[in-house]
T-cell receptor
């Protein structure tokens, strides 16, 4: 079945540590996105990529980094510069990078601080 | 399971009744809208979308209505079932991004 796979489901970070969240899709979608979800708030865009080897900052990119070396993969690194990383992280993809196509989501990674 | 919103507005309906979930959007230039369903501990699931050149669109047991005059979007679920219990939120296209609402929790009781 086609879909978006995020791993791990739960992740714990120590002080000063960088952690990487995995996102893989086999939908052959060009565009991929990372969002952060906090209780009582709408999803906020961290980074997005419309094509391989290219990505743009979203609204809350500080403290995060991404890469897009392959069409099917868009890993997110939460760096030690992100002072409030505890959240539910969602990866999404869409056929093309225009906003008149639905984005399809993975089942998320919950990141907590030790 | 995980809670995606601790203080969301809640709609409680009896199984078999119709549900109407509302969303006010902010940008009059938005031309594309989506409804998502999110169950506890899972990612949002696409339900239905609508473009601004339409007022209504129907899917299986769901209907989306768009009122551009008052910038209002609604999702109607017919014959609500226990499996419909979840958080529902809308999204609007603004410039080159989707802006997501905070959501409404739908509770279905027998």
């Amino acid at each position: 079945d086609g879909g978006i796979t995020q791993s791990p489901k739960y992740l714990f970070r120590k002080e000063g540590q960088n952690v990487t969240l995995s996102c893989e899709q086999n939908l052959n979608h060009d565009a991929m996105y990372w969002y952060r979800q906090d209780p009582g708030q709408g999803l906020r865009l961290i980074y997005y990529s419309q094509i391989v080897n290219d990505f743009q900052k979203g609204d809350i990119a500080e403290g995060y980094s991404v890469s897009r070396e392959k069409k099917e993969s868009f890993p997110l690194t939460v760096t030690s510069a992100q002072k409030n990383p505890t959240a539910f992280y969602l990866c999404a993809s869409s056929i093309v990078g225009t906003v008149d196509q639905p984005q399809h989501f993975g089942d998320g990674t919950r990141l907590s601080i030790l | 399971g995980e809670s995606v919103g601790l203080h969301l507005p809640t709609l409680s309906v009896q199984e078999g009744d119709n549900s109407i979930i509302n969303c006010a959007y902010s940008n009059s230039a938005s031309d594309y809208f989506i409804w998502y369903k999110q169950e506890s501990g899972k990612g949002p699931q696409f339900i239905i979308d609508i473009r601004s050149n339409m007022d209504k669109r129907q899917g299986q047991r769901v209907t989306v209505l768009l009122n551009k005059t008052v910038k209002h979007l609604s999702l109607q679920i017919a014959a609500t079932q226990p499996g419909d219990s979840a958080v529902y939120f809308c999204a609007e296209s603004v410039a080159d991004k989707l802006i997501f609402g905070t959501g409404t929790r739908l509770q279905v009781f027998p």
